[in-house]
């Protein structure tokens, strides 16, 4: 089967994408990224390289200057694209027909808003399908909620559609239907005669289809591989999760370390650390005590840089020391040894779901003995976390700890937003959890273990004067962020 021309229905208001987020309402659902890519994007790229199609029309509606504007002709991904406009209340069906006049023989279509990972699309050529008036996709599943939010398949025999139902209530079989298609132009004759759908009080192409498959010889054709359909946002992060999960192992993690006279300790940091990232990023503020010998002797046994400096502060050293790293996950740690690589696996667990973890220090039967976290210092950390939590009461998220340095985040999610840190000193450690949560970023705090230094006094927890200033520097920059909101 040769299919020379593909359609992508890009156009659809996405407002359910909308609800229980604050996710910037501006942007397509279609152009919500995974691993740093629109998911329209992966979608084309599965239509150039599995199926080898290079001819594309994408429908769009309201929202269609910005995939205009980055995909523009195509060319720069390996395609050529035209575009139709369709009014975003058009149903599937309806948008569809407005290509009617650019088709010609048997085309693809694909629905821009949804998720495939590792899929076979390109079994979707073979000969056997000949005959077919239409073919239509599907995969196994388990959930029967997966096929209720889409459609369900009654065959005729082992791969011949006799009926198909959008959002059913009653489950035959296992198969997923999907959004991708291969359909004849004589598609647009059985668009034209279906009613709209009594529910949606729009022409459903699920409708068509099924109606084509009372006349016509319409196929199943099964997938394997992972599948998402984005109907909301916690269907994106699943997505972005099963991604990661999948591709997790090909990550490189660097671990940024800020010191300044870490003599005793940072030896066993690095040797803690080592084996669990690909690279150490040591940004280093003046130390006269030996701690740049140390580090030096490291460099014939791992991936280690070393940054030197003389920062204004701790949130100078680590921007500092993030901007040389080159991976894709970036790992904080301080160098007093108050931290352990054992929490790092969760660290890894959590990051596959969310843009940045935070670890808390607060968990009273992780707080080892000789640990600096005092009572009043728990309490203190946990009534500025609460105040960030009331000031950003809309955003609801949940923190009990803001000068946790021990953190992982996803670089490029930090490079969106990077140009808005300003904090030069401990209060970076707030500032950071607020630009990520006021930009629309995911978010999870989890409990870690909290040692006693090795060596050494914290200069912005000592004593209690160093606290009240730590605390006061924090409040500050977090109502100037309020302010500006």
């Not at 609800?19 to 691993?35: G, W």
């Not at 650019?102 to 279509?109: A, M, R, S």
């Not at 909620?145 to 369900?152: E, H, K, L, R």
């Not at 930090?414 to 006021?438: L, T, V």
């Amino acid at each position: 089967m040769i299919i020379e021309k593909a359609v992508i229905l890009a156009g659809g208001k996405g407002s359910r994408a909308k609800k229980r987020t604050y996710y910037n309402n501006s942007i397509l659902k279609v152009m919500f990224r995974i691993n740093n890519k629109p998911i329209l994007q992966k979608n084309i790229e599965i239509i150039r390289d599995k199926l080898k199609i290079k001819s594309i029309i994408i429908i769009i509606g309201n929202g269609g200057t910005q995939v205009r504007s980055f995909f523009g002709d195509g060319k720069d991904f390996g395609v050529n694209i035209e575009y139709i406009e369709a009014n975003p209340n058009y149903g599937i069906a309806d948008a569809l027909y407005l290509s009617k006049e650019k088709i010609n023989g048997i085309f693809l279509v694909m629905l821009g808003d949804e998720f495939y990972l590792n899929s076979d699309h390109n079994t979707i050529l073979d000969d056997y399908y000949n005959d077919a008036d239409a073919i239509i996709t599907c995969i196994k599943t388990e959930n029967t909620q997966d096929i209720a939010n889409n459609y369900s398949i009654h065959l005729k025999d082992k791969n011949k559609v006799a009926k198909l139902t959008e959002k059913p209530t009653y489950f035959e079989n296992d198969l997923l239907g999907l959004g991708t298609f291969v359909l004849k132009d004589s598609i647009f004759r059985y668009i034209e005669k279906t009613k709209e759908n009594p529910r949606t009080k729009r022409k459903e192409l699920i409708d068509v289809i099924s109606n084509l498959a009372n006349e016509r010889n319409v196929y199943v054709h099964k997938l394997n591989g992972l599948y998402v359909n984005i109907n909301t946002i916690d269907d994106w992060h699943h997505a972005k999760y099963l991604f990661n999960q999948h591709n997790f192992n090909s990550y490189k993690k660097s671990l940024v370390i800020p010191t300044y006279n870490e003599v005793d300790s940072i030896s066993f940091v690095i040797n803690d650390f080592k084996e669990k990232v690909d690279e150490i990023i040591i940004a280093d503020g003046g130390s006269t005590d030996g701690t740049l010998e140390k580090i030096n002797k490291f460099k014939n046994e791992c991936n280690i840089k070393l940054i030197q400096g003389v920062f204004i502060g701790y949130g100078d050293a680590i921007r500092n020391a993030v901007e040389h790293a080159t991976g894709d996950i970036i790992i904080l740690v301080e160098g007093d040894a108050t931290f352990r690589s054992r929490d790092i696996y969760k660290m890894y667990e959590y990051i596959k779901d969310c843009d940045m973890v935070i670890g808390t220090r607060t968990t009273n039967e992780l707080i080892n003995q000789g640990a600096n976290m005092s009572t009043g210092l728990r309490i203190a950390n946990l009534m500025v976390a609460k105040f960030i939590e009331l000031l950003w009461i809309k955003r609801e998220p949940r923190l009990t700890d803001v000068g946790c340095t021990y953190r992982t985040f996803w670089k490029n999610e930090y490079d969106e937003i990077k140009h808005n840190f300003i904090g030069a000193g401990p209060e970076f450690s707030p500032e950071m959890m607020i630009e990520f949560i006021k930009n629309n970023k995911r978010v999870i705090e989890i409990p870690v273990s909290y040692y006693a230094r090795i060596g050494g006094a914290s200069k912005y927890s000592k004593n209690s004067l160093a606290i009240v200033r730590t605390g006061l520097r924090m409040i500050s920059l977090i109502l100037k962020k309020r302010i500006s909101n």
